[in-house]
């Protein structure tokens, strides 16, 4: 096959084929720098088409083969030009072991092989990488997830039905035209050009661009695998941390739907990769950015430029390092975030904050909306305060930060903030820095009217023009938080449960401020408040509930910081 002129030296080969064990063709598009090789290379698999490869947040591979890598990016099974069945996660380990292999063996590779890629082409390095095959010497998994089910698709019980949804049907449109199956890639196509809409259908496993018998399960099998177990864990790494033995350079979003998973994958493999070498050699950026793009703006916020972090060049220096051996990533902090609030970025060897600051939740019982009176404390209730309360109703239920649309960034809540179902709690003023670094917690003392419940918390920054910009979000599930005790309606429980991880500096004159609701839709499922599964529930069975927040010497509600040095008050 004649290879295009890329300009500069640098040709294309496209349509190179690589036969598994099983008889699966991959296929895959190599770009070859200036001069005649061999030279390390670049690996990238993924479902997408290897012709965009990954270049919505990534150079175009011709501009890494410039800097002198061999560039491969290959359509996985069942995708683009390869041939077989497509099933999310399910066959990556074993094919990016043989691809591995048979890439190793090309004319074009001196045998010195990274992978690189963001979302799923971030799964695919570490399914890969826990088969430890030969030659493979780093990976940088980006926005993704190590642990399918905590960090891609579910969070503390409540499914992330929007992120879910969404990508389910892109997915399945794809293998509806492999298949032919006319009447059900229009259903796929017509629901695609509304995605954001898709979640609002009930009951959503009856989605009627889900339902055609002919189309693969896998969007199915996500929604009806409701626990963690044997189901995710088989596709995963999440008990075989020990299998990865090689360096990652992880990259996480704020406001990304996969942000959990990519903090959680750095954390588990900075603590338990099968190697020391490996544990020492984990890195962590993690940026103010939605899944697409990563850049200075997210939601209705300007985050300044310095958020436009050049990822390409990092990239290149962190293989550089590995595959070149130029020693050039050495002097790379462990954890590189950029800190909400003065929209800069900072460094640290370890991710963990000093100390812990605790705020409790006082009112005098009409904490409803940030027109109440519900404020956040240093000093905890002395007597019995008056409860809050507030009424959840699956069919009106509060919408998540970016709406009904559950657009992601640091979204101005306060016109969200003005409802009655949702109950608002807010600092003082700080009087000086404070920096967050972490995973905040609440500890919540409620009563609930239905044996079947969830609760929220939702962190924000009020800043002095009354902007109360979004921060980062938590959700428990009653089935979740207490599977191993009874839950009863109209008992009082301590729920404990995390937000997902931040970090912000609240300067003095701004103020923070706690969310406390029963639903974040359609970023989370809504709980019907039934013995009815949230994927069957629909509005015949719906039903609302009264919830109860205690504040009282024997029953705390309270918020707690990971904080870096003091407390703001």
Known sequence: MALVDCGNGVRLERGTTCSLKDGTILVSDHYYPPGSGPWPTLFMRQPYGRDIASTVVYAHPVWFARHGYHVAIQDVRGRGGSSGEFYPFRNEGRDGEESIAWLRAHPASNGHIGMYGFSYQGATQLLAAAEHPEGLECIAPHMTAADLYHGWFYHQGALRLNSTLGWGIQMLREDARRKDLREASARLEESWRSIRAQAQFAPYAAHPALSDPALPSYVQDWILHREPGEYWSAQDISTRYDRIRIPALHIAGWFDAYLEGSIAGYEALRNGAGTEFARENQFLIAGPWVHIP??????????????????????????????????????????????????????????????????????????????????LSRTPPNCEEPRDVFVYDPEVPVVAPGGLQALSGPFDQAAAELGNNALVYTSEPAFRDMEVLGRPRVRVHVATAAAHADFTAKLLRVVPSGRAEFLCIGVARSSWLFRDANYAADEVHEWSFTLEPIAFVLRPGECLRLEIASSAFPLYDRNPGTTVSPQLAAEWSWTRSTQQVLHSPAHLSLLLLPIQGGAAW
């Open 294 to 375: 990563w850049g200075d703006r997210a939601g209705d916020a300007s985050l300044g430029e310095s958020a436009n972090l050049d990822t390409d060049t990092l990239l290149l220096r962190w293989f550089n390092h590995w595959l070149k051996n130029t020693g050039e990533f050495a002097s790379e902090p462990r954890v590189r975030y950029f800190a909400l609030g003065p929209n800069e970025w900072r460094r640290c060897n370890e991710w963990r904050a000093d100390a812990e600051c605790a705020l409790y939740l006082r009112s005098e019982g009409n904490a409803n909306s940030r027109k109440g009176d519900g404020w």
